[in-house]
């Protein structure tokens, strides 16, 4: 048990570090939960819709915008109107957060 302790406190150290290191470590844990989700469903993708992230979204619909906001504030995502259809947007994550 001991051991399990250890190794799961060493794995929260090493994720601030990694977060302070990307910059992360000043977003609430709602805008890290909503950008992590937006980092695993675009996975190698170029785009993602952004009506899919928000289906998969278990925050509640005025949550995720306003957090959606702040993190194109903050230059860590971009979101563009669909080609085809200008009612419909795109989101892609900046690159350095998909390898």
């Not at 998969?56 to 995502?77: D, G, I, M, Q, S």
């Amino acid at each position: 048990m001991k051991e399990t302790k250890q190794s799961l406190a060493e794995l929260w150290r090493l994720l601030r570090v990694k977060e302070k290191e990307y910059g992360l470590d000043d977003l609430s844990l709602t805008e890290r939960d909503i950008f992590q989700a937006l980092i695993t469903t675009q996975g190698k993708e170029s785009q993602i819709s952004l009506e899919n992230v928000r289906k998969n979204c278990p925050h509640p619909r005025a949550t995720f915008f306003r957090c959606l906001k702040k993190l194109r504030e903050k230059k860590l995502l971009q979101v563009n109107k669909d080609v085809r259809d200008n009612r419909k947007s795109n989101i892609s994550v900046h690159p350095r957060f998909l390898d």
